[in-house]
């Protein structure tokens, strides 16, 4: 079946720009997930989605950051007034929910703000 | 908050041999899963290994295999045989807290030369 899916795949912005990167999950899961991966980096946790409760934002950097899931499916995280600070690869991952499931990654998309 | 450490930024094998990558963790869970994920080059984070904390057998999939040890919250991950296409960042995810979030450590970067 379909994995997740991430677009795009790479994204080149201006310096105070706003970009919105999408998220299409596996259908079904409940859980999703935003983390942020600078150049060989680890994975930074922006935020978290489960089912129908409040988002985890607590990993959001600044208030620039949010993101939003419609209809329990799609997410789309949006960044406004890019800096080059932002520059990175984010990561969305999907999974059916609970401590005992792993996760599913996409791609990812490459971010690079100049 | 949970927390995880990853001690090896780098590590390097020469292929057939074994190694064995370290990963620590803090948690007031007693009831929990851990994992451990691959990103190879191409990006594409797989699920590699998990295992069950209440479980005393240590989880093996093939050449991959853990040394769990609860007592002393390390988790860490055995590859046997290693292949050049082991090469990659290998992030270790320990148990989330009770909202379920997952968080990762740092990783080690894992380079198999012939």
């Known amino acids: 079946g379909a994995g997740v899916s991430q677009s795009p795949s790479n994204k080149v912005t201006e310096k105070g720009k706003d970009v919105e990167l999408r998220c299409d999950p596996i259908s079904g899961h409940t859980a999703l997930y935003w983390y942020r991966q600078s150049l060989g980096q680890g994975l930074e946790f922006l935020i978290y989605?489960?089912?129908?409760?409040?988002?985890?934002k607590s990993g959001l950097p600044s208030d620039r950051f949010s993101a939003e899931r419609t209809g329990g499916s799609v997410s789309t995280l949006t960044i406004q007034r890019t800096q080059q600070e932002d520059s990175a690869v984010y990561l969305c991952a999907s999974g059916p929910g609970g401590y005992n499931s792993p996760l599913h990654f996409g791609n990812g998309t490459r971010l690079t703000v100049t | 908050a949970q927390t995880v450490t990853q001690s090896q930024p780098e590590m390097s094998v020469q292929e057939a041999e074994t190694v064995t990558l370290s990963c620590t963790y803090d948690?007031?869970?007693?009831?929990?899963?851990l994992f451990w994920y691959k990103q190879p080059p191409s990006r594409q984070m797989i699920l590699v290994i998990r295992?069950?904390?209440?479980?005393?057998q240590n989880a093996t999939e093939n050449r991959f295999s853990v040394n769990f040890q609860k007592a002393a919250k390390s988790f860490s991950l055995k590859i046997s045989d290693s292949q050049l296409g082991d090469t990659a960042m290998y992030f270790c995810a320990p148990p989330s807290d009770n909202t379920d979030k997952l968080i990762f450590g740092t990783g080690t970067r894992l380079q198999v030369f012939p």
């Open positions: 989605f489960q089912g129908n409760s409040a988002p985890d």
């Open positions: 295992q069950e904390a209440y479980k005393q």
């Open positions: 948690t007031s869970e007693s009831n929990y899963y």
